[in-house]
């Protein structure tokens, strides 16, 4: 019985390793500081701080059927990122920027990470769930989120509000602004 469970466990690491697809990277060289208009088609994205001076886009290359269209835009300190996905069944799609970075963000619809960047932050989605990592609430001048169907929720802000038309402002003596608006969907903004 061992030597039959030995040869099947074995087969499935292969068979596993076979499936594991290589990821496409797309990077571009951009200063920190800058500021990153990301305009993101539907979609599951997470967008990071990255190790270095540099926008690096990656998702798993799944054939045909999962091709992603991109294109990143650089001049001096501003750059546009976009993005078109298939329609149905898309990759997720992890996009990297300097830790120290101004955002705009437009999603159609989808799910959205925002975790580790530094700066003001303007992101609005039509559908699905935003959460954006904030840091330490000190570092905003000017805080306004809202969701018109759905929980908005931030720790850092104290808030806590769900169903229809809800939304906050926050003002303190940071040097940031964060703005954040969901048509449908949960929005929360973590410390």
Request: overall charge neutral; cysteine-free; hydrophobic content about 40%.
């Given at each position: 019985?061992?030597?039959?469970?030995?040869?099947?466990?074995?087969?499935?690491?292969?068979?596993?390793?076979?499936?594991?697809?290589?990821?496409?990277?797309?990077?571009?060289?951009?200063?920190?500081?800058?500021?990153?208009?990301?305009?993101?088609?539907?979609?599951?994205?997470?967008?990071?701080?990255?190790?270095?001076?540099?926008?690096?886009?990656?998702?798993?290359?799944?054939?045909?059927?999962a091709?992603?269209?991109?294109?990143?835009?650089?001049t001096?300190?501003?750059?546009?990122?976009r993005?078109?996905?298939?329609?149905k069944?898309?990759?997720?799609?992890?996009?990297?920027?300097?830790?120290?970075t101004?955002?705009?963000?437009?999603?159609?619809?989808?799910?959205l990470k925002?975790?580790?960047?530094?700066?003001?932050?303007?992101?609005?989605?039509?559908?699905?769930?935003?959460?954006?990592?904030?840091?330490?609430?000190?570092?905003?001048?000017?805080?306004?989120?809202?969701?018109?169907?759905?929980?908005?929720?931030?720790?850092?802000?104290?808030?806590?509000?769900d169903?229809?038309?809800?939304s906050?402002?926050?003002?303190?003596?940071?040097?940031?602004?964060?703005?954040?608006?969901?048509?449908?969907?949960?929005?929360?903004?973590?410390?």
């Open positions: 019985m061992r030597t039959m469970v030995v040869p099947a466990t074995g087969a499935l690491a292969l068979l596993l390793a076979g499936s594991v697809a290589e990821a496409k990277v797309t990077e571009r060289k951009f200063i920190s500081g800058g500021t990153v208009r990301l305009e993101l088609a539907a979609g599951e994205y997470e967008i990071v701080a990255s190790k270095d001076d540099r926008i690096r886009v990656s998702w798993p290359d799944r054939g045909k059927d091709d992603v269209t991109l294109r990143i835009d650089v001096a300190s501003r750059a546009t990122v993005t078109e996905t298939p329609w069944d898309g990759p997720t799609i992890r996009i990297e920027l300097p830790r120290r101004n955002m705009i963000v437009r999603l159609t619809a989808g799910d925002i975790e580790g960047i530094e700066g003001s932050k303007d992101v609005s989605a039509r559908a699905g769930d935003v959460i954006i990592s904030v840091g330490p609430r000190d570092q905003y001048r000017y805080v306004k989120a809202s969701v018109t169907v759905g929980d908005l929720t931030s720790d850092a802000f104290d808030v806590n509000k169903g229809l038309f809800r906050f402002e926050w003002t303190g003596k940071g040097q940031y602004e964060l703005r954040a608006h969901l048509m449908a969907g949960d929005l929360k903004l973590d410390r």
